[in-house]
């Protein structure tokens, strides 16, 4: 248990779907991490949020909406997906962005048919 | 941030130390290494991390070498529950641009046996 938590843990969707993922961290940290991990390829960085605000959007599509309403909570909105999104979507959190340690969670197994 | 090489899988006996490489030869001045583990269907986990001087904590130890090109993850008694996916990154740290930046690459995957 790493403070971190992630619902849906597993999510099935069609392409036509709209559907949120979401992250909450109980650690009081201010800096929250959207990363993606596909099947035998990195974990890539998507969205960086400190203290509510996006500080990174690593060129992802816009069919990925992130939503960070407080420091605690961090959404992630899917809409018109691909098949090739199916991948691990894993949440993180840190205090402040200069730190040594992120936190992350378990992660949302995403299945886009 | 500087790439890393890692062997793509290693093996280790329960009760082992386990010692996992990693190569930086390009790393800069400013640039950490960090080490972090990922086992089957968690999030990574942070294990240690170092500039150039040799650090051990609850977890691990970490060697690197003088000229920094090179380092060595250790865990001195592996368990079963050390089978994992290990990172090596090298991060720029403080007033870097990469401040919360993880480039995580493919990592070594450590089968610890009975």
């Known amino acids: 248990e790493t403070g971190v938590t992630q619902t849906p843990r597993h999510l099935v969707m069609g392409m036509t779907n709209k559907k949120s993922l979401k992250c909450e961290q109980h650690l009081g940290h201010n800096a929250m991490y959207w990363y993606k991990q596909s ?3 990195p974990l890539e960085l998507m969205f960086v949020y400190n203290f509510k605000e996006q500080t990174e959007n690593n ?3 816009s069919r990925f909406s992130p939503e960070c309403p407080n420091s605690s909570h961090l959404f992630l909105h899917l809409h018109t997906l ?3 999104d199916s991948a691990l979507y894993l949440c993180a959190s840190s205090q402040g962005l200069v730190v040594n340690e992120q936190f992350f ?3 949302t197994r995403l299945t886009v048919l | 941030d500087a790439k890393t090489t890692q062997p793509t899988s290693m093996d280790c006996a329960e009760g082992r130390a386990a010692n996992l490489p990693c190569n930086h030869s390009t790393i800069s001045g400013n640039e950490y290494v960090y080490w972090y583990r990922q086992i089957h269907s968690q999030g990574p986990q942070y294990i240690i991390h170092g500039l150039k001087n040799n650090e051990t904590n609850e977890m691990a130890s970490l060697i690197i070498t003088e000229d920094r090109k ?3 993850l250790i865990l001195p008694h592996a368990t079963l529950r050390d089978t994992a996916v290990y990172y090596c990154i090298v991060r ?3 007033g870097g641009t990469s401040y919360g930046k993880l480039t995580f690459g493919q990592g070594t995957i450590l089968t610890v046996h009975p």
């Open chain 1, 105 to 107: 969670g378990p992660g």
């Open chain 1, 82 to 84: 691909q098949p090739e």
């Open chain 2, 92 to 94: 720029e740290h403080a």
């Open chain 1, 59 to 61: 060129s992802v599509p």
């Open chain 2, 70 to 72: 090179s380092s060595t």
């Open chain 1, 39 to 41: 099947a035998k390829k």
